[in-house]
T-cell receptor, first 111, second 114 residues
């Protein structure tokens, strides 16, 4: 079946630098996307979402970009902090259907 | 408040035991979900309840039995599990299952089957 994938399974960044986590999705009918952060031993935590009628959405220190032409989603984290270390999942939803999660990217913040 | 609570936090059970996992939300959400997550993998959907009725069962073995007593509670009854069922079990909720709504997750129950 169709699935969401990530280009980079692990990402290491220096504290204070910006992080970019990428996600490729294959279902062109998907119309809603979420980024989740999952720390060790915890459940996924909602970070930011975007609907298919948008190409950019900003939150506090985070920005999600959606490129429907190439079916690509990215999460940008500004001024990465040690507390940002976690596994990040993208998830896509086709209206009324179930979310499909990507395989995840582990973000490690180096001191 | 976007909190989903789950109990217990950890559970160890033998293959002949019967146990239950509990999930609760007070956000007025009408869709609730059970996911299973193995180490270093994304969550996998098990069940969806919509307006307290089971709407999706992703071919889950019958040793897992979900129950939705009311719109705020979701249980997962476990019986005769196998060691490979050891995983993090996550509950989530959303406004409903018909549109596209954010799913909010609980902290999970770490299950170990001996």
């Amino acid at each position: 079946g169709e699935s969401v994938g990530l280009h980079l399974p692990t990402l290491s960044v220096q504290e204070g630098d910006n992080s970019i986590i990428n996600c490729a999705y294959s279902n062109s009918a998907s119309d809603y996307f979420i980024w989740y952060k999952q720390e060790s031993g915890k459940g996924p935590q909602f970070i930011i979402d975007i609907r298919s009628n948008m190409d950019k959405r900003q939150g506090q220190r985070v920005t999600v970009l959606l490129n429907k032409t190439v079916k690509h989603l990215s999460l940008q984290i500004a001024a990465t902090q040690p507390g940002d270390s976690a596994v990040y999942f993208c998830a896509e939803n086709n209206y009324g259907q179930n979310f499909v999660f990507g395989p995840g990217t582990r973000l490690s913040v180096l001191p | 408040d976007t909190e989903v609570t789950q109990t217990p936090k950890h559970l160890v059970m033998g293959m002949t035991n019967k146990k239950s996992l509990k999930c609760e939300q007070h956000m007025g959400h009408r869709a609730m979900y059970w996911y299973k997550q193995k180490a270093k993998k994304p969550p996998e959907l098990m069940f969806v309840y919509s307006y307290e009725k089971l709407s999706i069962n992703e071919s889950v073995p019958s040793r897992f039995s979900p129950e939705c007593p009311n719109s705020s509670l979701l249980n997962l009854h476990l019986h005769a599990l196998q060691p490979e069922d050891s995983a993090l079990y996550l509950c989530a909720s959303s406004q409903d299952h018909f549109g596209v709504d954010t799913q909010y997750f609980g902290p999970g129950t770490r299950l170990t089957v001996l």
